[in-house]
């Protein structure tokens, strides 16, 4: 039981929901990925926890690596504009890559990933993400691994931020919108 936090309108997934999110998910990649060796890179910094559980829950040879990108300067909005602050490291040319995201709301992230991933010759891109906000998608993207469809609301927590801060906490909860608006 979460107990009522006056910084969430609403609290929508608890730490063990999200655990069994990544258990799901990481069968199927176990499934999906049984001849491969798949590079999986997580998209920092929102990602890290969600990535922790998925990385627990797949079996098969993995590797792993990490890109760090932004969008939302810390507000409750995007800029629009990609911002590429660290570039990944490991070579992807002819390899399967799955970018682990912690959630795909305009699209324009994801967007700005998979022609990046594709510029560089990786030979299949897919997309795991925790939350997938369908409703707040600008342009036409689609996440092959989908932990939960959320509404279009302003969300933090496991990963998640409000101005850089509840990244810690272990739910997801609706930002009380009183907070920003
Ligand atoms: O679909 P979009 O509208 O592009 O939003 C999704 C992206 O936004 C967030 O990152 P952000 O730029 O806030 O950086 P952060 O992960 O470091 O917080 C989130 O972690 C995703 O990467
Ligand atoms: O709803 C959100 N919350 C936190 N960060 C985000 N980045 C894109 N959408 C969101």
Redesign the pocket.
């Known amino acids: 039981m979460i107990d009522i936090d006056p910084r969430f309108s609403k609290i929508l997934h608890s730490h063990e929901e999200i655990e069994s999110a990544a258990k799901k998910i990481g069968a199927e990649i176990d499934h999906d990925y049984a001849d491969s060796i798949p590079i999986l890179v997580v998209?920092?910094?929102?990602?890290v926890m969600w990535a922790g559980d998925l990385f627990k829950n797949i079996s098969i040879d993995v590797e792993m690596d990490f890109i760090?990108?932004?969008?939302?300067?810390?507000g409750v909005a995007?800029s629009n504009k990609?911002l590429l602050k660290t570039d990944m490291t490991t070579d992807v040319k002819g390899r399967d890559v799955i970018i682990v995201?912690?959630?795909?709301?305009?699209?324009?992230?994801?967007q700005?990933l998979e022609s990046l991933l594709a510029s560089r010759g990786a030979k299949s891109v897919k997309t795991a993400t925790m939350l997938n906000?369908e409703k707040?998608?600008?342009i036409a993207?689609k996440a092959d691994y989908v932990g939960f469809e959320i509404d279009n609301e302003f969300v933090a927590g496991y990963?998640?931020?409000y101005q850089?801060i509840w990244?810690n906490l272990p739910f997801i909860g609706v930002v009380n919108p009183n907070i920003y608006s």
């Open positions: 998209v920092l910094k929102g990602a760090d990108i932004a969008s939302y300067n810390g995007s990609i995201e912690d959630i795909v709301d305009t699209g324009l992230s994801l700005y906000k707040g998608h600008k993207v990963g998640l931020d850089e990244r």
